[in-house]
T-cell receptor, first 111, second 112 residues
Framework: KAGVTQTPRYLIKTRGQQVTLSCSPISGHRSVSWYQQTPGQGLQFLFEYFSETQRNKGNFPGRFSGRQFSNSRSEMNVSTLELGDSALYLC??????????FGSGTRLTVV | QKEVEQNSGPLSVPEGAIASLNCTYSDRGSQSFFWYRQYSGKSPELIMFIYSNGDKEDGRFTAQLNKASQYVSLLIRDSQPSDSATYLCAVPSGGSNYKLTFGKGTLLTVNP
């Protein structure tokens, strides 16, 4: 069974640009969450989608957005990138509320 | 008070010993609790979840939950060098089981 797939694995962007990250959940998993991980703040919740609807949102500015498609695949977008957005972005999927399986992440570097 | 607190460590134990990892949380309404393991350079991996007071055992791992004290712990028996990793406690927050708040993690080192 394939795991959670995130693309791309690595990205380098310039301040002010925007970026789109992609996530394919495990087959049958309808809940998809996104997290940002940095050395200073640890893992922080961005948002969660279920059946194409955003059910939960973390405390991030509006520059961070996401969406989920009918096949449960999800994307997140960050506009007007700042240096502080450099982080590992993790997508996770779950069939229920008994834990999430994480993808390998996308390492974003903003220069 | 932070929502989920863990000792950052590092916690160092000899091979074969019991490693004890602790986590406290602030939301009394939390119903389920998760332990993740994260190796350096890798993504978090779910190793245990618990939602009832008491102990839950899975192989060498035991999760312990005390809702009255808002405390959850993870015991690793017969620790192995391969257990060396950061252990993250996660608690649902904001009234949703699908919004996890993670602690900063405890770095465990098991010395051969």
């Amino acid at each position: 069974k394939a795991g959670v797939t995130q693309t791309p694995r690595y990205l380098i962007k310039t301040r002010g640009q925007q970026v789109t990250l992609s996530c394919s959940p495990i087959s049958g998993h309808r809940s998809v969450s996104w997290y940002q991980q940095t050395p200073g703040q640890g893992l922080q919740f961005l948002f969660e989608y279920f059946s194409e609807t955003q059910r939960n949102k973390g405390n991030f500015p509006g520059r961070f957005s996401g969406r989920q498609f009918s096949n449960s695949r999800s994307e997140m977008n960050v506009s007007t990138l700042e240096l502080g957005d450099s982080a590992l972005y993790l997508c996770a999927s779950s069939p229920s509320n008994y834990g999430y399986t994480f993808g390998s992440g996308t390492r974003l570097t903003v220069v | 008070q932070k929502e989920v607190e863990q000792n950052s460590g590092p916690l160092s134990v000899p091979e074969g010993a019991i490693a004890s990892l602790n986590c406290t949380y602030s939301d009394r309404g939390s119903q389920s609790f998760f332990w993740y393991r994260q190796y350096s350079g890798k993504s978090p991996e779910l190793i245990m979840f618990i939602y009832s007071n008491g102990d839950k055992e899975d192989g060498r791992f035991t999760a312990q939950l005390n809702k009255a004290s808002q405390y959850v712990s993870l015991l690793i028996r017969d620790s192995q060098p391969s257990d060396s990793a950061t252990y993250l406690c996660a608690v649902p927050s904001g009234g949703s089981n699908y919004k996890l708040t993670f602690g900063k993690g405890t770095l465990l080192t098991v010395n051969p």
